[in-house]
């Protein structure tokens, strides 16, 4: 079965320092990865994916993430975190199914908190 | 474009009753999917819908059914609330076809309190 593991229940960066939010996978074929991030009291917003090619991975609002096969690991990063960064973030594999669907497979979440 | 919508935002309910949750996919989206957050569970996926069809369904009790309109607007249902039925509802739309890579977008998410 596909799965995803994000090892940090919570993050704490200094605003400027750069952040890494960790993330591993167990898949069996190709990998298909997101990242998500959910602020309090909304719904998640897509903040990139990693289907193939290039292993740095760039997104919106300034965040990238690194694919590395050897490791089987997407972490997400952001060279100088803010404090509007501060939320909850997903990483997410991509299921397809034998139905033709998909499903997406979360991992527990990463709380990010970014400090003055 | 307007994004994923989701009626209502806030729902309560007790043990017992039903309840019927409402989204509305981005235009021209036609997969829809359902998931239910909580705190103890995370994430957790229920169903997804593609041109009506219920494609692929979660590990959820039969109590939790779905469907899905020739508009692609899909509703869920929810029978004989239980206390641990209370979540974040999200529902989550893509343009999917088969083996589709694309990301899915979500609603603001149905807030559900059973008591």
């Known amino acids: 079965a596909q799965s995803v593991a994000q090892p940090e229940d919570q993050v704490n960066v200094a605003e400027g320092n750069p952040l890494t939010v960790k993330c591993t996978y167990s898949v069996s074929g190709n990998p298909y990865l997101f990242w998500y991030v959910q602020y309090p009291n909304r719904g998640l917003q897509f903040l990139l994916k990693?289907?193939?090619?290039?292993?740095l991975v760039k997104g919106s609002y300034g965040f990238e993430a690194e694919f590395n096969k050897s490791q089987t690991s997407f972490h997400l990063k952001k060279p100088s975190a803010l404090v509007s960064d501060s939320a909850l973030y997903f990483c997410a594999v991509r299921t397809i199914l034998t139905g033709g669907g998909n499903k997406l497979t979360f991992g527990t979440g990463t709380q990010l908190k970014v400090e003055l | 474009k307007a994004g994923v919508t989701q009626t209502p935002r806030y729902l309560i309910k007790t043990r017992g009753q039903q309840v019927t949750l409402s989204c509305s996919p981005i235009s021209g989206h036609r997969s829809v999917s359902w998931y239910q957050q909580t705190p103890g569970q995370g994430l957790q996926f229920l169903f997804e819908y593609f041109s009506e069809t219920q494609r692929n369904k979660g590990n959820f009790p039969g109590r939790f059914s779905g469907r899905q309109f020739s508009n692609s607007r899909s509703e869920m249902n929810v029978s004989t609330l239980e206390l641990g039925d209370s979540a974040l509802y999200l529902c989550?739309?893509?343009?999917?076809?088969?083996?589709?890579?694309?990301?899915?977008?979500f609603g603001p998410g149905t807030r559900l309190t059973v008591l």
């Open positions: 990693y289907i193939t090619g290039d292993n």
């Open positions: 989550a739309s893509s343009l999917a076809e088969l083996a589709d890579y694309n990301e899915q977008f």
